[in-house]
């Protein structure tokens, strides 16, 4: 499999000192980083030599519109108290502009870095030949996995607990494929792709996770039973590659009653795949029941290239600049960025301290119950490192 998956790393060195120390006291293996600089890729692209100095990466930041600016401050200070070795490029992409220049632009400095972190992209042109930011970022890079962990917060108050699910969703084609046309004046056709090729190499991602990651069941959410041919390819493809992985159950599910089930008893799931637009919803579902938009981190992952951000990929305009957006997410998608990277030591510090910050001192923004204001939050994460 093209794309090594995250996994635990070894018992980290004692937190004293943490400023001071480096990503070198991590095992020295090859990062997921190294590792997808190191495999061929699918789509036919002009590479571009990954920006790696003296230890340090460069990462392009796009803060996106809506609270994202403001979380990446956060991110920023975070990642200076503790010395991360990471070095931001940011792009701002204007979501009001009626071409893809800074798409492109910013497409070109992730190729150069192999790495990015973003916030949710805007783009309020109506216009049919502007394309969605997000989902060309994706599509471009063809990054056409995207990988959602969803676990129970013991510190916020939900209706359910003990959740521990992994949603796997394909990330370039179905829905997004960005394919309609007007047939004839009123009956607008929108095109559904869903391509062997895709959901091979999504389906081996999925299972290969399951086995690297001790899961033990892998289901794939579908709607076979009305779109036989897009998604009962999905599902055969998924059903053939379950063949090779004996030791990792697998079963199907429709998508209705999918959501219907996460709502009454999430714990029956472990990792989950589905195409693209179920995807986003059973992501925005899980994520509702685990405490909202403001906690969970999403990874995109291509054969060459990854991009981290919030989980619900919202905007959160309504709040921006207001000081009670959770940074909580943003936080968690840096942490994956770091061990993506393969600076295991930075990104347990964080870890940890946000562990603390949510689940012990109980910490919170409005939105998951609190009182606490944005910059509260993330004053306590720093307080909380190295403890």
Avoid: W
Wanted: glycine share 8%; net charge neutral.
């Amino acid at each position: 499999m093209a794309v090594r998956l995250l996994t635990k790393a070894s018992l980290l060195p004692e937190l004293k000192n943490a400023v001071f120390a480096s990503s070198a006291a991590a095992t020295a293996t090859l990062s997921d980083f190294d590792l997808q600089h190191k495999t061929p890729v699918i789509r036919k692209q002009k590479m571009i030599p990954v920006a790696q100095y003296g230890g340090r990466h460069a990462v392009t930041m796009l803060p996106g519109g809506g609270i994202g600016p403001e979380c990446m401050g956060y991110v920023r200070d975070i990642f200076k108290y503790i010395g991360a070795p990471v070095d931001f490029e940011v792009v701002d992409i204007d979501p009001n502009v009626d071409n893809d220049d800074d798409v492109q632009y910013a497409i070109t400095t992730i190729k150069r870095n192999g790495v990015g972190l973003k916030g949710n992209i805007e783009t309020k042109s109506e216009a049919a030949y502007v394309t969605s930011r997000n989902v060309a970022l994706r599509n471009e890079l063809d990054m056409y996995a995207y990988v959602l962990n969803c676990k129970s917060f013991p510190g916020v108050a939900t209706r359910h607990k003990d959740i521990d699910i992994c949603i796997i969703r394909q990330n370039t084609e179905g829905e997004y494929a960005m394919l309609e046309h007007e047939s004839v004046h009123g009956v607008i056709e929108s095109m559904k792709v869903v391509t062997a090729s895709n959901s091979e190499r999504v389906a081996r991602f999925a299972f290969e996770f399951a086995k690297r990651n001790g899961r033990k069941k892998v289901t794939t959410v579908h709607k076979a039973n009305i779109m036989k041919l897009s998604d009962g390819l999905f599902l055969e493809t998924s059903r053939r590659l379950a063949e090779e992985y004996p030791e990792i159950e697998h079963n199907d599910m429709i998508i209705d009653n999918c959501c219907m089930q996460l709502v009454a008893r999430p714990q029956q799931f472990d990792v989950m795949l589905m195409t693209n637009l179920y995807g986003s919803i059973v992501s925005n579902v899980v994520c509702g029941i685990l405490g909202g938009a403001g906690l969970l981190s999403g990874r995109n992952y291509g054969d060459h290239y990854a991009v981290f951000e919030p989980g619900t990929r919202n905007t959160g305009t309504a709040i921006a600049g207001k000081n009670v957006a959770n940074p909580i997410a943003m936080i968690n998608a840096s942490i994956d960025m770091l061990e993506h990277l393969g600076h295991h030591f930075h990104a347990d510090l964080i870890r940890r301290a946000v562990d603390k910050t949510v689940n012990v001192d109980r910490v919170h923004t409005p939105d998951i119950g609190g009182t606490a204001t944005s910059t509260e939050v993330v004053k306590s994460v720093i307080g909380n490192i190295g403890i």
